[in-house]
């Protein structure tokens, strides 16, 4: 029996882009480290932390982080950890997309889907810090609140004078804080 044209499977071309459906969603592996630094270090706005603490935090912090992977390659991560003080919240450290999945929702999905696999744990909330001039990652941050129906809210955490080095603020996002519902 033949399939109608447009349910016959294609071969994807080497011309054509991935579709969002192709982005794989898994916990880092220790090989990923090195993929997680260069990514960082090519967004010219993370601040840039060793190899080694990338490749430390794809070893010891896995189950609480994501990468992206598209045709066999790491093209994105989530970092994040579990509060000691609090276990139902994840602090999220970095995220980031490499240029060819920017703007394609890949951040987004990552965090929700670190977000559902944590669930069954407990984890209920999400904290990250952003700079006051980072739009790009405050619209992030709301857009998953926002798609996720829980609220977000803003609090100031680290001033400039907190750091050694001319790091600007930090401010704390809150998401799915049950006193932030809308």
Not at 28 to 46: H, K, Y
Not at 94 to 110: F, H, L, P, Y
Request: proline content about 7%; charged content about 25%; overall charge negative.
């Amino acid at each position: 029996m033949r399939l109608p044209e447009n349910e016959v499977p294609r071969q994807k071309t080497s011309t054509e882009a991935p579709s969002a459906d192709a982005v794989e969603f898994r916990a880092p592996r220790v090989p990923d480290g090195i993929r997680l630094w260069e990514i960082a270090r090519d967004s010219a706005v993370l601040d840039l932390n060793s190899s080694y603490a990338y490749v430390l935090w794809c070893r010891d912090f896995a189950r609480t982080s994501i990468v992206a992977v598209v045709d066999g390659r790491v093209h994105g991560f989530v970092t994040g950890y579990r509060r000691q003080d609090r276990p139902d919240t994840l602090m999220v450290w970095q995220v980031a997309t490499d240029e060819s999945q920017r703007g394609k929702g890949v951040a987004g999905r990552m965090l929700s889907g670190l977000l559902d696999r944590l669930a069954p744990d407990g984890v209920t909330r999400l904290e990250t810090t952003i700079s006051p001039d980072n739009t790009a990652s405050q619209a992030l941050f709301t857009g998953v609140a926002r798609r996720r129906g829980v609220g977000i809210r803003q609090e100031d955490l680290f001033p400039a004078d907190a750091f050694p080095d001319s790091h600007e603020p930090e401010d704390l996002y809150i998401i799915g804080d049950p006193a932030d519902a809308p």
